[in-house]
C-alpha cells in the first residue's frame, strides 16, 4: 500500500452518502485480509471493519479537515503483517 492518497469530493446538497472501496486489495500470498477505517470526527460510516464502507457527510466544505486512515492486516501462514495507509478527503 502506498503512503497516503488525496480525493476531492464535490457535494451539492445538504449531505451525501459516500462510500469508500478498498474492495480490490488482496494479499499476493492468499491470505486473508482484515480492514480497519478510522474516519475524522463528525462522519460515521456502517462498518469500519469491512473493504468498502459508506456513511452520510455533510457539504460543509471542508470545515471538518482530517485524514482518514485505512489499516489492512494480511495472516498468512500464521504470520500477520500490518499495512498502514492514509487518504485525505477534500470536500467542498
Same mark, same amino acid.
Given at each position: 500500500?502506498?503512503?497516503?492518497w488525496?480525493?476531492?469530493?464535490?457535494?451539492?446538497?445538504?449531505?451525501?452518502?459516500? =462510500?469508500? +472501496?478498498a474492495?480490490?486489495? %488482496?494479499?499476493?500470498?492468499? =491470505?486473508?485480509?482484515?480492514? @480497519?477505517?478510522?474516519?475524522?470526527? *463528525?462522519?460515521a $460510516? +456502517? +462498518? /469500519?471493519?469491512? /473493504?468498502?464502507?459508506?456513511?452520510?457527510? *455533510?457539504?460543509?466544505?471542508?470545515? %471538518? /479537515?482530517?485524514?482518514?486512515? @485505512?489499516?489492512?492486516?494480511?495472516?498468512?501462514?500464521?504470520?500477520?503483517?500490518? @499495512?498502514?495507509?492514509? @487518504?485525505?478527503?477534500?470536500? $467542498?
Amino acid at each position: 500500500m502506498g503512503s497516503g492518497w488525496v480525493v476531492n469530493v464535490s457535494i451539492s446538497a445538504a449531505s451525501a452518502v459516500v =462510500g469508500i +472501496d478498498a474492495s480490490g486489495s %488482496y494479499d499476493p500470498a492468499g =491470505g486473508t485480509l482484515e480492514f @480497519l477505517w478510522s474516519f475524522p470526527p *463528525p462522519f460515521a $460510516f +456502517d +462498518d /469500519p471493519t469491512v /473493504p468498502a464502507p459508506s456513511g452520510l457527510w *455533510p457539504a460543509n466544505g471542508g470545515q %471538518y /479537515p482530517g485524514v482518514t486512515f @485505512l489499516t489492512i492486516t494480511s495472516t498468512a501462514s500464521g504470520l500477520s503483517t500490518v @499495512l498502514t495507509g492514509t @487518504l485525505q478527503i477534500n470536500w $467542498f
